[in-house]
C-alpha cells in the first residue's frame, strides 16, 4: 500500500508560527519534496506568494472550532489537481490522480466514457462534463483498502478532513 505520509493541517501559519485564528483568510501551498506532497499554511497577512517550485496552491477561511462537518468540496481545485498530475507514472501519484477522477465523477465534473486495456494496464477514458476535454486516467487497480486510504490522503492533503 501506498504511503504519502504528509503532515494533518496543523492551523499554524508556515512564516510566522501563529495559530490561524477561526474565520480568518489563508493560503494552502502544496509542495512536492523528495517525491512526497507536503502542505504549508500560511496566514494572509503572511502570504507573499506561492514558494517557488509549488505544485499547487488555493486560499480558504479558517473554519470555526464547532464546525464538525467537513468542508464543502471545491470541484476547481479537484480538478486542477487532477490536470497537474496528468503524465505522472510513479505509482503514488497515479493512484491519487485516479481516486480524484472519481471523486470527480461522483459530484458529475467528469463522465465516464469507457474503458480499455492497454497491456496488462486499464485505462479509464473521461471527459469533462462543462467542456468536453478528453481525459485517461490509468487504473492502478487498488484494493478496498488502498482505495480508502488514498481517498484519505486526498482529503487530507486538501485539508478536507
Given at each position: 500500500?501506498?504511503?504519502?505520509?504528509?503532515?494533518?493541517?496543523?492551523?499554524?501559519?508556515?512564516?510566522?508560527?501563529k495559530e490561524l485564528e477561526?474565520?480568518?483568510?489563508?493560503?494552502?501551498?502544496?509542495?512536492?519534496?523528495?517525491?512526497?506532497?507536503?502542505?504549508?499554511?500560511?496566514?494572509?497577512?503572511?502570504?507573499?506568494?506561492?514558494?517557488?517550485?509549488?505544485?499547487?496552491?488555493?486560499?480558504?477561511?479558517?473554519?470555526?472550532?464547532?464546525?464538525?462537518?467537513?468542508?464543502?468540496?471545491?470541484?476547481?481545485?479537484?480538478?486542477?489537481?487532477?490536470?497537474?498530475?496528468?503524465?505522472?507514472?510513479?505509482?503514488?501519484?497515479?493512484?491519487?490522480?485516479?481516486?480524484?477522477?472519481?471523486?470527480?465523477?461522483?459530484?458529475?465534473?467528469?463522465?465516464?466514457?469507457?474503458?480499455?486495456?492497454?497491456?496488462?494496464?486499464?485505462?479509464?477514458?473521461?471527459?469533462?462534463?462543462?467542456?468536453?476535454?478528453?481525459?485517461?486516467?490509468?487504473?492502478?487497480?487498488?484494493?478496498?483498502?488502498?482505495?480508502?486510504?488514498?481517498?484519505?490522503?486526498?482529503?487530507?492533503?486538501?485539508?478536507?478532513?
Open positions: 500500500m501506498t504511503d504519502y505520509q504528509i503532515q494533518p493541517n496543523t492551523r499554524r501559519c508556515a512564516a510566522t508560527g477561526p474565520g480568518s483568510k489563508f493560503y494552502t501551498v502544496l509542495l512536492d519534496q523528495g517525491g512526497k506532497f507536503v502542505r504549508q499554511d500560511y496566514s494572509g497577512e503572511a502570504w507573499q506568494g506561492p514558494p517557488e517550485g509549488a505544485f499547487s496552491f488555493w486560499a480558504g477561511r479558517v473554519p470555526p472550532p464547532e464546525a464538525g462537518r467537513r468542508p464543502r468540496i471545491n470541484d476547481e481545485l479537484l480538478l486542477d489537481c487532477f490536470n497537474r498530475l496528468q503524465g505522472e507514472t510513479e505509482p503514488g501519484r497515479v493512484s491519487f490522480r485516479y481516486v480524484i477522477a472519481l471523486l470527480l465523477m461522483r459530484r458529475k465534473r467528469l463522465k465516464f466514457d469507457r474503458v480499455e486495456a492497454d497491456g496488462e494496464r486499464e485505462v479509464l477514458h473521461l471527459r469533462c462534463a462543462r467542456t468536453g476535454t478528453a481525459y485517461e486516467v490509468i487504473n492502478p487497480r487498488l484494493t478496498e483498502d488502498e482505495m480508502v486510504a488514498v481517498q484519505d490522503e486526498v482529503f487530507r492533503v486538501l485539508g478536507w478532513e
